[in-house]
């Protein structure tokens, strides 16, 4: 077994890489570009070796700076993980050109897999069923248009060398073939270097049934039973499961001798997986993966197999771990890939930090497989994963119950994200009666991507609470630290001359304002809601949590502040929600000036400094009525007050200045 293996990967695969090879005792030499200098992939490898700048093709893409850390590390193998040079042929030639164990198949099976033509030839002679088509080397229009007219329209023109979709065109009648084939020959061309084309039945609305399988370097091949990777979308996969639901036992028999057979074919060596298409009772193979997949973690979850263990002693020349006959399938699992991406906008990628970061507690049933830590930065340069989230139970409902869970409590704030979407997919009635498709999420689009609503009155109160509360909490660290704690002034319950102790907050999220009247009460809030009244308690607790009571209903949320913008996290919604603060606004527009002005006319209730007093960033200083709203004017940085222009009960003018600041260091 290798004493030292350099992982040639980031993010969440190069953390669990590291992992196992931690747990086996084998030292692991990280590789980062300067994007990655503070990564958690890096932490957790005992060396690292800087590649270079953040771009790909100028790090973790470059072989020879690859090579070169394995020889200065005296690293003796190097696992690829996947995506970057996991299945480039070129560089597995170059590790054994330079003694270091590639830890993946030969450079021979990448390459044959790498051609869906000649792997489909591969897999025609193995006896494996392939959908009907024409993958020859005859590529003229005419043979292309003959076999066309011999499958039946509609076909799939494909790029033989592509993969993942690329380079796909269906075509529905023979009129459309020339064009198609000329699109499909450009693109391929310029998008593998290979125009090769070949040509299948279209299958309207398979499913993705893949096979995970495992050989050694001794002849020994078994498989690792079916995942199903349906649920996708624009060939990115989003949830896959293990094993596939509905399926057949004969189905599920004949599809592992199969892909059995296809990996001895190819005197397969290391972890591969066997891609088929199921539709209508009938499998076909599609393509053949030489590298770990994403979603290996469901086979680990249902076999109890840890498969970079077995791709460790493998690559270093021991038979596999487990015959086939002691390999067996244990419950079910599901992982759902969760993403810095946008669905409302299009699911593009979110970049940002991650101001907040909480998974769900890991245990027998739960498993997140992450790189990224709180504060970490999502950025443009790599794939947007923020984790994989994988269940597991003893079967598929309970492991889709313990699914939702999860996903409602893996918190994210500062960049958007899918879980909400993982969580409409999850909750679906046909995803939880094992209706998936590659169509899935087209046929149930209205009801993965709701309508966005305004705030309901349940988190109207979440916020109000949170807001108030810690307005108290800040008032009382006030009053501690002013020579007067006591003073009537520091307490925070809106009190006013003759008058009910009220005041009206005004939240904005996407669907406009909403106003919220407070009214205080001695043991908590009774809040006028647009949809009635509602009384309200609660606390903040040591770990940051709004501990709530709404008019007896408790639960504890989180709500995540940054200024004037707060995002509650509650059963699975993240709620966007801004306080409108007039006043916060007036100190943002002329913060520099040194003067705070009046954000609009009112009166002076409550001055909670004096001239000459330090202050915070954020720290209350005055508070005015107006428009029966409080507004608090609060420290535009850290400084201290110079002059405080007016007193309790004083009227003021709009734009009137009210005190006098000065920035620290100012
Ligand atoms: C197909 C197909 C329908 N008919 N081939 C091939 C690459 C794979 N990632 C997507 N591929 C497909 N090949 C024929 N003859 C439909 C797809 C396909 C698909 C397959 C599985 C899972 C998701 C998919 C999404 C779009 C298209």
């Not at 893996?410 to 909750?427: C, H, P, R």
Request: glycine letters at 10%; a negative charge; proline letters at 6%.
């Amino acid at each position: 077994m290798f004493s030292k293996i350099l992982i040639a990967n980031r993010g969440e695969i190069a953390c669990r890489v590291a992992r196992t090879c931690r747990r086996l005792g084998i030292a692991t030499v990280a590789v980062y570009s300067d994007a990655d200098a503070d990564a958690m992939h890096v932490d957790l490898c005992d060396e690292a070796w800087r590649l270079g700048p953040p771009p790909a093709r100028d790090s973790y893409l470059r072989g020879d700076a690859i090579l070169e850390a394995a020889a200065r590390t005296g690293a003796q193998a190097i696992h690829p993980g996947y995506g970057f040079l996991s299945e480039n042929a070129a560089f597995a030639r170059a590790c054994a050109e330079a003694d270091v164990v590639f830890i993946g198949p030969t450079p021979e099976a990448i390459e044959a897999m790498g051609s869906k033509s000649e792997s489909k030839r591969l897999m025609e002679r193995a006896g494996v069923p392939l959908v009907p088509g024409y993958h020859g080397a005859d590529q003229s229009d005419a043979a292309l248009l003959a076999a066309a007219e011999n499958i039946g329209y509609p076909v799939l023109v494909k790029a033989s060398a592509g993969g993942g979709g690329k380079g796909m065109r269906v075509v529905n009648t023979p009129a459309d073939l020339p064009a198609a084939i000329e699109g499909a020959r450009r693109e391929a061309a310029s998008a593998f270097g290979d125009d090769t084309l070949l040509v299948e039945k279209f299958l309207g609305a398979p499913r993705h049934v893949e096979l995970q399988v495992f050989g050694d370097t001794h002849g020994t091949v078994v498989h690792l039973f079916e995942r199903d990777c349906s649920i996708q979308r624009r060939h990115q996969k989003v949830i896959e499961e293990a094993p596939a639901p509905n399926l057949p036992a004969e189905v599920r028999a004949a599809l592992a001798q199969a892909g059995v057979a296809a990996a001895q074919a190819i005197g397969y060596v290391g972890a591969g997986t066997v891609e088929f298409l199921y539709q209508d009772g009938r499998f076909y193979f599609i393509e053949m993966n030489t590298r770990l997949q994403v979603e290996h973690p469901v086979t680990e979850m249902i076999t109890g197999q840890d498969l970079v263990e077995w791709q460790l002693r493998v690559a270093a020349g021991e038979p596999l771990p487990l015959t086939q006959a002691d390999l067996s399938v244990s419950g079910h699992a599901i992982e759902a890939r969760v993403y810095a991406e946008d669905p409302a906008g299009g699911f593009l990628p979110s970049i940002g930090t991650l101001r907040h970061l909480r998974p769900p507690t890991e245990g027998p049933h739960v498993r997140v497989d992450t790189g990224v830590r709180p504060k970490d930065e999502v950025s443009m340069h790599y794939d947007p994963m923020i984790a994989k989230l994988v269940v597991w139970d003893a079967d598929r409902l309970s492991a889709l119950r313990r699914l939702r869970t999860a996903l409602e409590r893996y918190q994210v704030v500062g960049v958007a994200t899918n879980l909400e979407f993982l969580g409409g997919v999850a909750a679906h009635p046909a995803f939880g009666r094992g209706e998936v498709g590659t169509r899935f999420i087209d046929t149930h689009e209205a009801d993965l991507f709701p309508e966005t609503t305004a705030a309901d009155d349940g988190v109207l109160a979440l916020a109000a609470l949170d807001v108030l509360l810690r307005r108290q909490r800040q008032a009382g660290t006030l009053a501690a630290a002013s020579g007067d704690p006591h003073s009537p002034w520091h307490v925070p319950n809106g009190w006013r001359l003759n008058d009910d102790n009220h005041q009206t907050l005004v939240f904005r999220d996407e669907s406009g304002t909403q106003a919220v009247t407070v009214h205080y009460r001695p043991t908590g809030y009774r809040l006028d809601l647009p949809g009635g009244t509602r009384l309200a308690r609660g606390e903040i607790d040591a770990s940051g949590d709004l501990v709530s009571d709404i008019d007896g209903f408790r639960r504890r949320v989180t709500v995540v502040r940054q200024g004037l913008d707060l995002v509650i996290l509650d059963r699975g919604r993240h709620h966007r929600l801004t306080l409108d603060d007039p006043a916060a606004r007036a100190a943002d527009r002329d913060p520099g000036a040194g003067g705070l002005v009046a954000p609009m006319p009112g009166k002076v209730t409550r001055v909670l400094v004096e001239a000459g007093q330090t202050v915070d960033k954020g720290d209350p200083l005055m508070v005015l009525e107006a428009m029966k709203m409080e507004h608090t004017i609060t420290a535009p940085a850290d400084g201290s007050v110079t002059t405080v222009h007016f007193e309790t009960g004083d009227q003021v003018a709009d734009g009137a200045p009210l005190l006098d600041f000065e920035a620290k260091g100012g």
